[in-house]
Structure formats: structure tokens, C-alpha cells
């Protein structure tokens, strides 16, 4: 980086930390051409805009996700409501399929009971979900959960899929690891 410095010519830089939530979000690197001291009331100004930038990334980012906690809970007691009125869950999921899917941002979701199998949203052919349950019977479960957010990683046919999901979260419902919800 260094070397790629001088040869832009740059001869002075200064570098403020952004710092969101105890961690680094992200940098200001200001470069210049000519040597410069900065005198002690530019370095109070200097950090100055990084506290404030940092304060009002912070802010942004709980706004959202106060939001999107908002968003989720209105979509449960949504489908609550309506799982206690039509105790076929199936299509109670249909109906609400936007609320569902919802809950984890997801783009498509899976449910196979047994034999029976729901599929919700953009998901991927039987044969190929067959293929992937079989694998996935072979994987860890912690708590009756298995999570993997760089699933072409593990299980390459995926990188095949058509539109490939960056992610997979699997949840075993009754530990048997033949009813699932992905």
C-alpha cells in the first residue's frame, strides 16, 4: 500500500477509524500531494467528523433494525393469528407466503414432513432437494439447527443450482432428521 502511495505521489495521508457498536465499520483515508503538519486544532476537527460519522452510522443501523424486529413481530402475530383460525399450517403458509418467507429474508423455503413436502417462494426442483436432504442428513446439528452461509463450499452442487442460494439454514423439527424446515 506504501508503494502504491508513492507512486501516486502522495506525500502526506491521514487515515479516521469509523467505530460502530465497539467495532470498525469502516476508514476515511484523506491523501495528499504535498508534506503537511497538522496542527492540534485540524486533529480535534479531524475527529470530530469521524465521532460524528460514527455516531450517525451507529444510529442508522439500530433504526433499521429496530425495524426490521418491528417487521418480524407484526408478521408472527400475523401468521399466529391466522395458524389459530386454519390449524392446517401448510396453508396458512401459502396464504401468508410473503410474511413467511419474511421472517429470515428469504427468497424460498422448503418444508418436507415425512413423505409430504411444501415448497414455498423460489426453490430448487425435487430431485435436487432429494440429493441435498441426503447430505444434509449427514451434517451436524447443533440445538436442531444447521446453519451455513457459504453452502457452494461445502456442498459444491450447489454452486450448480440455478439462481444458488448464498446460504441454508436447516432447523431438524422433531430430531429425527426427516421433517424439516429450510
Known amino acids: ?3 502504491y502511495l508513492r507512486n501516486m505521489g502522495v506525500r502526506s495521508t491521514v487515515t479516521l477509524s469509523i467505530m460502530c457498536n465497539n467495532r470498525l465499520w469502516g476508514l ?3 491523501h495528499n500531494r ?3 503538519m497538522r496542527g492540534i486544532w485540524l486533529n480535534e476537527m479531524l475527529e470530530f467528523v469521524s465521532t460524528t460519522a460514527s455516531l450517525k452510522i ?3 443501523e439500530n433504526a433499521q433494525y429496530t425495524q426490521s424486529m ?3 413481530h407484526l408478521r408472527l402475530q400475523t401468521l399466529n393469528s391466522k395458524i389459530r383460525i386454519n390449524p392446517v399450517i401448510q396453508q396458512v403458509l401459502k396464504q401468508h407466503e410473503d410474511d413467511y418467507l419474511g421472517l429470515a429474508g428469504a427468497t424460498g423455503s422448503f418444508l418436507r414432513f415425512g413423505q409430504d413436502c411444501y415448497q414455498f417462494g423460489k426453490t430448487l426442483p425435487q430431485p435436487a432437494l432429494d440429493l441435498f436432504f441426503t447430505w444434509l442428513n449427514q451434517q451436524t446439528f447443533i ?3 444447521y446453519v451455513n452461509e457459504q453452502i457452494g463450499l461445502d456442498y459444491p452442487p450447489a454452486l450448480d443450482w440455478p ?4 446460504g441454508v439454514l ?3 423439527l422433531d430430531n429425527s432428521q426427516r421433517n424439516y424446515l429450510l
Open 34 to 36: 504535498m508534506p503537511s
Open 70 to 72: 418491528s417487521d418480524s
Open 143 to 145: 440445538d436442531s439447527i
Open 58 to 60: 451507529s444510529a442508522l
Open 170 to 172: 436447516a432447523v431438524d
Open 28 to 30: 476515511f483515508a484523506c
Open 163 to 166: 439462481e444458488a442460494p448464498a
Open 1 to 3: 500500500h506504501i508503494t
